[in-house]
């Protein structure tokens, strides 16, 4: 136990130099016992406690004003959730409309998630972490409005907004043991390198991996930076589902549209692949199917962030304080008068 104003304790000395040299007489200035017949047994003994109950008020008055507190000690705010990452496409494609249809339903979808934590990216010819996953709601709505196409480059690179929800999710986990860049070169490989599979590994082995997902919104088209497959790859190796919201493309992507459909054809089977699913926002039943969808994913414990402090414990001594001096009250005023 500590104290928040320990100095106040030097108030016990002239307290308890009192107590050794007052002899006989009141102390709380009510009638006193000491004119009374000697009286015999247990209230012979209570004639004489008025003096240490009241002198034990005073100290345990001063003990409260000491502000006395534990030592400091980690507590956690937990709570029962998911932890989402909304990746959205701000490429030169999704001018006009597609934005905007994006926005609309990003909106609705935090507006439906007050126990989850949420975190936005963007992706354009590069991507960029806008929020941590967070369940401050109006930080959340206030980001999403700042959100315009061509944010971060005209062209499309979903394997980069992928890539950067990952690094996103798993930021406080990495540590000094993983860097991004050795984990985005150990997925953008043929096949998942050492580096990638023993990332997934110690993710696995800390117990990281639940309630967690991604989710994108875009037009489903790409023509720059990672193949998608490739973290979709990973999340896939972790057991992290990932879920496409598409929208209609409101401007030229600058693909063939031959090649575009392969895009779209390749991300929809990857996706499915994590155990996720590929829906599109034009179709409104699909939208409410996908809502439907998430909402039945497994809750888990998520811990908000641990928070260092000291609980205060005035209060206890504060009733002991009063406590004492009722009693000492009661038996100067009022045991005499019991028979």
Known sequence: MTFANPWLLLLLIPFGLLFLFWRGGKFVGYSSLYHVKEAEGVKKALFHAPKPLFFGAVLFSIIAIAHPQTRYYTEETALRGREIILSIDTSFSMTGTAIETIKKIVGDFIKKRPNDLLGITIFGTDAALIVMPTMETQLLERSLERIQASQVGYQTSIGEGLFTSVASLFEKEMGKKFTIKELRDGINKEYLADYAINFAKEMEKRNVLKNKLIILFTDGIYNIGIDPARPLRLLKRMGIKTYVVAVKASDVTGVDP??????????????????????????????????????????????????????????YPTIAGIFFLLVSIFIENFWIRIP
Request: charged share 40%.
């Open 258 to 315: 031959e090649v575009a459909a392969q895009h779209i054809l390749k991300l929809q089977k990857a996706v499915e692949s994590t155990g996720g699913r590929y829906y599109h926002a034009e179709n409104f039943d699909e939208v409410a199917r996908f809502y439907d969808e998430i909402d039945k994913i497994e809750k888990d414990k998520i811990v908000i962030e641990p928070i260092t402090k000291k609980r205060d414990l005035f209060i």
